[in-house]
């Protein structure tokens, strides 16, 4: 069996994708996987670093402010059109499956103009242009949350999956991290990411945090900034006179992430779908801060999933200042009973096998 994989862009992305084509590789031993990206995503990295193939061709998303740039958009849908086509007729697979980013666009619908069955998978609750698009050209639409249905039309379609996490996020235990990681078992433990791109409203908030627990005894900060703003965090605790590689370890980006996540306490984060998952899964307590940037609020709709059942804090961007955050965290440090409960709720919210109930309905839908 031949599975196309397309997605990229952030790892909210790709990382489903992996979870998928992993899925595949286990269950059927004769699956062959290739993945199908951009030369300027995130894919270009870390689909090699998981042992797969990738192939690149031509893509862009809408700049809704320059609409000028809208030209090289189309120029470059068309490009991706002819080079998806070829790669498919090379490849010749059986299924093709895609999880977002606007890749997706000329690689799923080729696909299915040239009679091959075609999958996406919707990680938010409030679903991206490109994904509702596509709908009408798919036989499956996977949904990571159930309210993700009503954007879009054809409920017959729809598949409620939950978001598909790495095997390594369910067998993760906190004790085994902690020992991995160097952490004191009885140390408190927080970190902090705002996506693979990281984000600079959180990165703003948490150097008044990192400047509140620094050199403090029996607490461990794991601050992840994101690449781009890695080097102006260190510059600013410098000139604030904070110590990194103390107490306060600072992160340019994370790949074991299933281990920082099990071994906290508390994590501070963005909600996109695949970090909402993740921490779920990992039964981590959480103050979620909702991009108000992205398309349709999804980050909001994806926080609320998780808060209004009490596994997270959700903290709107207005909200959000250094003392705010610093009151929260110690709020929280200071009720066990509370981390504990929401540890609970978290977990209750967390997706089953998402990557099997994708990886079954497309063998049943392929085997008629």
Do not use: W
Not at 175 to 181: D, Y
Not at 236 to 261: A, F, Q, T
Not at 292 to 319: C, R, W, Y
Request: hydrophobic share 40%.
């Amino acid at each position: 069996m031949k599975i196309l994989m397309t997605g990229g862009g952030t790892g909210g992305h790709i990382y489903p994708a992996i979870a998928i084509a992993d899925k595949f590789k286990e269950r059927t031993l004769d699956a062959e996987v290739l993945f199908v990206g951009t030369q300027h995503g995130l894919e270009k990295e870390l689909v090699p670093r998981s042992g797969y193939e990738i192939r690149f061709i031509d893509a862009s998303g809408i700049d809704r402010r320059n609409l000028l740039k809208n030209f090289k958009t189309l120029k470059d849908y068309s490009a991706g059109k002819r080079q998806a086509k070829r790669i498919i007729e090379e490849f010749k697979p059986d299924a093709v499956i895609g999880t977002g980013g606007y890749v997706c666009g000329p690689v799923v619908k080729t696909a299915a103009k040239m009679g091959i069955k075609t999958y996406i998978h919707e990680q938010n609750a409030a679903p991206g242009l490109t994904n509702k698009l596509l709908e009408k050209y798919v036989d499956a639409v996977f949904l990571g949350f159930e309210e993700g249905a009503q954007y879009f039309k054809e409920p017959k379609k729809h598949v409620v999956s939950g978001n598909p996490v790495r095997d390594s996020f369910f067998s993760a235990d906190k004790a085994e991290s902690r020992k991995e990681l160097g952490i004191n078992p009885d140390d408190f433990v927080l970190l902090s990411f705002g996506g693979s791109q990281g984000a600079g409203r959180i990165n703003r908030a948490m150097l008044d945090v990192a400047a509140r627990y620094n050199n403090q005894d029996g607490v461990q900060v794991y601050f992840v900034t994101g690449k781009r703003y890695y080097e102006p965090v260190l510059r600013e605790m410098e000139d604030r006179s904070i110590e990194p590689g103390g107490n306060i370890h600072v992160l340019e980006y994370i790949n074991d992430m299933e281990k920082y996540l099990s071994a906290s306490d508390i994590v501070v984060s963005r909600s996109g779908a695949l970090a909402v998952s993740e921490i779920a899964v990992c039964g981590t307590p959480s103050i979620l801060i909702p991009s108000p940037n992205v398309t349709g609020n999804h980050q909001m709709f994806n926080a609320k999933a998780i808060a209004d059942k009490g596994g997270a804090v959700l903290m709107e961007e207005s909200e959000l200042s250094g003392q705010a955050l610093v009151d929260e965290i110690e709020s929280l440090r200071q009720d066990t009973d509370a981390i504990l409960k929401m540890s609970g709720a978290a977990k209750d919210c967390a997706p089953l096998d998402a990557a099997d109930i994708i990886y079954y309905h497309i063998i049943n839908n392929m085997e008629g």
